[in-house]
C-alpha cells in the first residue's frame, strides 16, 4: 500500500511523541537546578465515558439517554476533584519520593515557578505549554514536566472505572535537547481493580476523586524509578528545596393494580445505585 508524505509525518510525529527514553545516570549527574512543571492539557478531561460505551446500564437508566447521563456524571467527577488539585498530586507526590539527594534536594522553588508562569494560586493551570524559557533566569537548567491528556471514567462489560493518560519528560532549557520520557496509560478496569458504580460516584463523588488519586500514586512511583537511575555518582543533598504540599467511596392483589408512575429523577442527578 502506498501511504502518502503527510501520513508518513503524522505516524512518526505520533511515533516520537509516545515513545520512552530511559534517563541515564550520567545525564542526572549534569543536572544541577531542576523546575518541575505539571499540567493538564486543554480537554483532557475529565470525561465520562461509561454509559455511551457500554450498554450495560440501559436498564438502570430507562428514559433517561445515555448521552445525558454521561454529561451528569461529568459534572458530578468535576465536583470531586479539580484540575488543579490532580496535577498538583502528580508533582508533589513524585517529588516527596524522590530521594534526598542532587538533584532532587536543588528543586527550583515552586511558588517562584508558578509565579514566574503567571499560575500561583489559580485554580486552572495552564492548558497550553508554558514558556519555559521563563525558567532560565530563575536558574533552572533543566525541566522535569508532567502532562495530564486524557482522563475520566470509563466502562466496560459492567464494570467501571477512573482512567488516566499522558507522559513525563526531563529536558534541558538551553535546546531542549529531552533527557528522559515516559507515556503513561493507567486504566482500573484493564488492571482488573474493583467496579467503581458510576451511580454510587453519582451519590458521593468522592468515591472518583479516591480512585483518582490512587491512579496519580501509581503513576508517581513509576515516575521515580525511572528518575532514580543506578549508574550515577550521586552527590550529597543540599537542602535548598522548599517545603512542599498538595493544595487542597407482597402478597399479589387479586387483580392487577395499575403500574405506579416512574419517579422522575431529581435535575442533573443519575439513578440512585442498587441496594
Not at 487542597?248 to 442533573?268: D, F, I, K, N, Y
Request: glycine share 6%.
Amino acid at each position: 500500500m502506498v501511504r502518502s508524505p503527510l501520513f508518513a509525518a503524522i505516524l512518526l510525529a505520533f511515533t516520537v511523541g509516545c515513545a520512552s527514553q530511559r534517563l541515564s545516570g550520567a545525564d542526572l549527574d549534569r543536572v544541577h537546578r531542576p523546575a518541575f512543571i505539571s499540567r493538564i492539557e486543554d480537554g483532557a478531561g475529565p470525561k465520562s465515558l461509561v454509559f455511551r460505551e457500554d450498554g450495560a446500564y440501559s436498564g438502570k437508566l430507562k428514559k433517561l439517554e445515555d448521552k445525558e447521563a454521561d454529561r451528569r456524571l461529568t459534572v458530578k467527577l468535576q465536583q470531586a476533584v479539580t484540575r488543579f488539585e490532580l496535577s498538583e498530586r502528580l508533582r508533589v507526590t513524585t517529588l516527596s519520593r524522590l530521594p534526598e539527594e542532587a538533584p532532587w534536594t536543588d528543586v527550583l522553588d515552586p511558588a517562584r515557578v508558578a509565579t514566574a508562569l503567571e499560575s500561583f494560586l489559580v485554580e486552572e493551570v495552564p492548558a497550553n505549554a508554558p514558556d519555559y524559557d521563563l525558567m532560565a533566569p530563575l536558574g533552572a537548567d533543566t525541566i522535569v514536566e508532567f502532562v495530564i491528556q486524557d482522563f475520566g471514567m470509563r466502562s466496560e462489560d459492567g464494570r467501571a472505572g477512573a482512567y488516566l493518560k499522558g507522559y513525563g519528560r526531563m529536558f534541558r532549557v538551553d535546546g531542549r535537547a529531552e533527557l528522559w520520557r515516559r507515556p503513561f496509560d493507567m486504566d482500573a478496569v484493564d488492571q482488573g481493580e474493583p467496579h467503581l458504580d458510576p451511580f454510587k460516584v453519582g451519590k458521593e463523588p468522592e468515591l472518583y476523586r479516591l480512585a483518582m488519586t490512587a491512579l496519580l500514586d501509581k503513576v508517581a512511583d513509576m515516575f521515580v524509578k525511572d528518575l532514580t537511575p543506578q549508574n550515577r555518582k550521586g552527590a550529597a543533598p543540599t537542602g535548598d528545596t522548599a517545603v512542599d504540599t498538595v493544595p487542597s467511596a407482597v402478597t399479589p392483589a387479586a387483580a392487577p393494580l395499575p403500574t405506579p408512575p416512574e419517579r422522575q429523577l431529581p435535575p442533573g442527578e443519575l439513578p440512585d445505585p442498587d441496594a
